[in-house]
Nanobody, 121 residues
Framework: VQLQASGGGLVQVGGSLRLSCAVS????????VGWFRQAPGKERDFVAT????????YYGDSLKGRFTISRDNAKNTVWLQINSLKPEDTSVYYC???????????????WGQGTLVTVSS
């Protein structure tokens, strides 16, 4: 399984971005896909997960409402919509795939390379 994250960039405070995670490999629909983020000098934090069918979505504390995760199994793609961006959202955003729906990044087997989101004030 290979993941390719994209869609990051420089955006002003209050703006929006839609990150994409393209997944190649077999049995995409059997994998939970999660988004994590890591700011410089900080630990990798949980952002959101979506279950294999797309029916279940879960978010990190205080992120629900501005972040929306979704997937299309026919397109082997997962998206993360981020609205009302704040400077503290500045991070490298990673997508990951695994068999367990968890906020623990150590439980994920496959990782994308990350895409940088920079929010300017």
């Amino acid at each position: 399984v290979q993941l390719q994250a994209s869609g990051g960039g420089l955006v002003q405070v209050g703006g929006s971005l839609r990150l994409s995670c393209a997944v190649s490999g077999e049995a995409f629909s059997t994998y939970v896909v999660g988004w994590f983020r890591q700011a410089p000098g900080k630990e990798r934090d949980f952002v959101a997960t979506v279950t294999g069918t797309g029916a279940g979505t879960y978010y990190g504390d205080s992120l629900k409402g501005r972040f929306t995760i979704s997937r299309d199994n026919a397109k082997n793609t997962v998206w993360l919509q981020i609205n009302s961006l704040k400077p503290e959202d500045t991070s490298v955003y990673y997508c990951a795939a695994g068999k367990k729906n968890t906020s623990d990044c150590r439980q994920y087997d496959y990782w994308g390379q990350g895409t940088l989101v920079t929010v300017s004030s």
